[in-house]
Nanobody
Framework: QVQLVESGGGLVQAGGSLRLSCTASGSIFSINGMGWYRQAPGKQRELVAAITSGGSTGYADSVKGRFTISRDNAKNTVYLQMNTLKPEDTAVYYC???????????????WGQGTQVTVSS
């Protein structure tokens, strides 16, 4: 069974930092793009940051300069370093990845179960 497992969420004061991790486990042939999304109460899920298999990155305007996405392809893991956190960053953060399970299979999109990040003012 293939799954994405996030960790690293928690409660932090405004101005603080957290580092989220997401590891893909199971029988995986290849992982293409990976990313982090978040969903605050009463709001739609939004893309926070994304990274290609080659390491190219993209960020939402609201987190540019504060968040950094990275990945370790050998560990099938993506990270999100979050600095200078603000109360408006409070949300459930979800990991997302396009993965192929076999050499000739198509890439499919997978989601993690989410991890709560709460930033107090």
């Amino acid at each position: 069974q293939v799954q994405l497992v996030e960790s690293g969420g928690g409660l932090v004061q405004a101005g603080g930092s957290l580092r989220l991790s997401c590891t893909a486990s199971g029988s995986i042939f290849s992982i293409n793009g990976m990313g982090w999304y978040r969903q605050a109460p009463g709001k739609q899920r939004e893309l926070v940051a994304a990274i290609t298999s080659g390491g190219s990155t993209g960020y939402a305007d609201s987190v540019k300069g504060r968040f950094t996405i990275s990945r370790d392809n050998a560990k099938n893991t993506v990270y999100l370093q979050m600095n200078t956190l603000k109360p408006e960053d409070t949300a459930v953060y979800y990991c997302n990845a396009d993965m192929a399970l076999y050499r000739l299979s198509v890439f499919k999109n997978y989601w993690g179960q989410g991890t709560q990040v709460t930033v107090s003012s």
